[in-house]
């Protein structure tokens, strides 16, 4: 890898990556299935923009802007009749889809639609796609891509930096050495699934292990495999592998104001069948929550404090770059009003032509 020119590379400033007020279109986590309840209602904030999300009576959830397109009521101050939320102020009924199907003082409700969102759920979450139509499935683990699985959440927490910074700590070859101490080389090969899924794969023997390996070599000799498949910039699985035994952690991230990140911690494991495969993997799943919540604890207080600016790339960091360069390929939306995000060059083209059609016209 040539350095030079990485460095200079590395002068043109990201669009989209470590951006607070840019986020990449696809699939956020909202809040856990478990917290809401048949025909409940209640209130989310997700990137900015206030939502509702209820479970209808058909045990299916809907997501939808907050505000009752009538006079602006909340309407997680409303109620879930069968499938259909109604406006607590006057009564206005929507279904599923958004469609009003009823006005208490009209005979017939107007062709009024409140916008709602694609949702889905699962890992035990309720997710919601922040564009017109999913362009992808559910973020997944390629190893367990139509596969069902046990999960374990995890700590959940704020870090004081953007959920990119926070991603990029999985693939950040240097500091599993300096904080972690645990692997003496750290080698990616990276392999891009499609437009929002990338994967950085690493397999690794040293002879300078961590306590952590020479744990493990008394009954293991083969390499370890580290991988990490991230979606959107702002999601991040992460699986540690000895041969057929395999353990998954899910960082799901989300933007908060000020460039701050929002994340949630789950453990994964495919599921097994039977009382034995059930106990099985509530211990796995337990003992990656151990492991995971190790490594956590070690990076916290880098990113509580960081202020990202990566000056003086270097070859160690080759798999960031690549990272970087993925991130920026995709479709960027806006904090807050969900709207295609735009560079300024195209914003001047597109006003310059309009003023020179206005003048044509006159």
């Not at 991040?236 to 000020?258: C, K, N, Q, W, Y």
Request: charged share 25%.
């Amino acid at each position: 890898m040539n350095v030079n020119s990485q460095n200079a590379s590395s002068t043109r400033k990201p669009k989209n990556f470590n951006n607070p007020e840019r986020f990449i279109e696809g699939w956020y986590w909202v809040i856990p299935s478990k917290n809401l309840g048949l025909c409940e209602v209640k209130s989310v904030t997700i990137l900015g923009r206030e939502l509702v999300v209820y479970r209808g009576q058909d045990k299916r959830v809907v997501i939808c802007d907050a505000y009752c397109p009538h006079m602006g009521a909340h309407l997680a101050e409303g109620n879930v009749e069968g499938n259909e939320l109604r406006c607590l102020f006057h009564h206005w009924k929507f279904d599923a889809k958004g469609i009003c199907v009823d006005i208490p003082c009209l005979d017939e409700p107007l062709p009024i639609k409140l916008k709602t969102w694609p949702s889905a759920e699962k890992y035990g979450m309720i997710w919601v796609w922040t564009g017109e139509f999913p362009q992808q499935p559910l973020p997944f683990v390629p190893e367990l891509e139509h596969k069902d699985c046990d999960v374990a959440f995890g700590p959940r927490f704020v870090m004081n930096c953007h959920p990119n910074v926070v991603g990029i700590n999985a693939i950040d070859a240097q500091h599993f050495n300096t904080v972690h101490k645990l692997l003496s080389e750290i080698i990616f090969e990276k392999q891009e699934l499609n437009e929002n899924a990338i994967t950085f794969i690493n397999t690794t023997y040293s002879d300078q292990d961590s306590f952590l390996i020479k744990l493990i070599r008394p009954f293991y000799k083969n390499p370890v495999t580290y991988s990490i498949c991230y979606w959107y910039g702002s999601i991040g699985m992460v699986t540690l592998g000895f041969d057929l035994f395999h353990i998954h952690v899910m960082f799901a991230m989300r933007l908060l104001e000020e460039g701050k990140a929002k994340v949630q911690t789950l453990a994964m494991i495919k599921k097994r069948k039977g009382i034995l495969g059930w106990l099985y993997n509530r211990i796995v799943l337990w003992l990656t929550k151990i492991v995971g919540n190790h490594f956590i604890k070690a990076d916290i207080r880098i990113f509580q404090t960081i202020k990202f600016d990566l000056k003086t790339p270097i070859k160690a960091d080759q798999s960031i770059m690549q990272f970087i360069s993925h991130l920026e390929k995709q479709k960027p939306l806006m904090w807050k009003t969900w709207k295609l995000a735009r560079s300024r060059d195209i914003e001047f083209t597109e006003n310059r032509d309009k003023w020179r059609d206005a003048l044509s016209n006159d």
